[in-house]
């Protein structure tokens, strides 16, 4: 095993769960060229997960995709932006690679729609149009799903992390007789989960991060605020985001970034620090960065570059 990998499991805690847990299927609508359910499935720790799935119905399903919801502080929402049932439209991964032929599975991460105490809208699928999409009372909830976990030695990284490994096995295992490789790809939250799930998780077939390419370094040097997540006392001290990406390597990792987003300002010194590494296993060509002009925010230009290399790396992934 790559000793980076191992050392940034060890660091973490981060152990991969073993076998897929049983899944509910709670509904069950047919869509234009899609079928989207509403699942259940139990993490690790117990706690009950709900997830969209998107099953291709027009094409036939040629490789499967983990998509991950962002954050932007709407506690209210999660996998219902990755549906198109709320938010930014240009979340919209799962209806659109849907009817490109790819299976997606999008859960909530904890603190976001299902799993925000009291339930968001996650036991329908549709949100009520009412719902605020964030409160101060779903900022204090996340705050403490990592405060209450770090006062005990445990880090809110470890749990999402699991839960994100969980959520790609119950992919890897829907429909058993489909034996396709398992993808994964998110924009700023989800783009960060995304690198850290691929750098740790090698059953991962490859990896698509948008708005999440900015180091530990850039981010401290320059007053930039950390996620939640990223509260990992002292691994900014051996470790950054650099280190994850050539964790990567020999998989196919995109870097999505734009000139005018903070969170990825340094983008092109953390591909220049990685690509060595996979130059040197030959797959040079595996790590590649799309940098945009723009704001944080996906626009439609960076939207369809990352659906159409997720469509292209499911097909070389299947054909592989």
Not at 205 to 215: N, T, V
Not at 234 to 243: N, V
Request: proline share 6%; aromatic share 8%; with cysteine.
């Amino acid at each position: 095993m790559d000793p980076v990998r191992q050392s940034i499991r060890s660091f973490l805690r981060f152990a991969l769960p073993s076998a897929a847990p049983d899944v509910r299927i709670i509904e069950r609508r047919s869509e234009d060229g899609y079928t989207r359910s509403l699942i259940r499935y139990s993490a690790q720790d117990g706690d009950q997960i709900e997830a969209f799935l998107f099953h291709p119905t027009h094409e036939t399903p040629r490789g499967k995709v983990l998509a991950l919801h962002q954050h932007n502080s709407q506690w209210m929402i999660g996998k219902s932006e990755i549906a198109g049932l709320a938010g930014d439209p240009l979340q919209a991964f799962g209806p659109v690679l849907a009817r490109l032929g790819v299976t997606v599975l999008a859960p909530d991460s904890i603190g976001f729609e299902s799993r925000v105490t009291p339930p968001g809208w996650g036991t329908s699928l549709a949100p009520p149009l009412d719902r605020p999409y964030g409160s101060v009372d779903g900022w204090l909830q996340h705050y403490n799903q990592m405060a209450h976990r770090l006062v005990q030695g445990d880090l809110l990284m470890r749990k999402v992390l699991t839960d994100c490994a969980t959520a790609r096995l119950v992919l890897q295992n829907f429909e058993p007789t489909d034996a396709a490789p398992v993808g994964v790809l998110g924009h700023s939250y989800g783009g960060m989960l995304a690198l850290f799930l691929a750098a740790l998780d090698t059953r991962v077939a490859f990896a698509c991060s948008s708005g999440a390419a900015s180091s530990f370094r850039y981010k401290l040097a320059h007053g930039i605020g950390l996620e939640m997540s990223l509260i990992i006392p002292g691994f900014a001290q051996r470790f950054d985001l650099d280190d994850l990406m050539r964790c990567v390597a020999p998989r196919r990792l995109l870097l999505v970034s734009s000139e005018e987003d903070p969170l990825t300002k340094d983008a092109d010194d953390l591909f220049k620090a990685a690509l060595p590494v996979f130059d040197a296993q030959n797959c040079a060509g595996h790590l590649q960065h799309l940098r945009f002009r723009g704001s944080h925010a996906l626009d439609p230009e960076r939207f369809q570059a990352m659906v159409e290399w997720t469509v292209a790396r499911s097909r070389d992934e299947e054909a592989s």
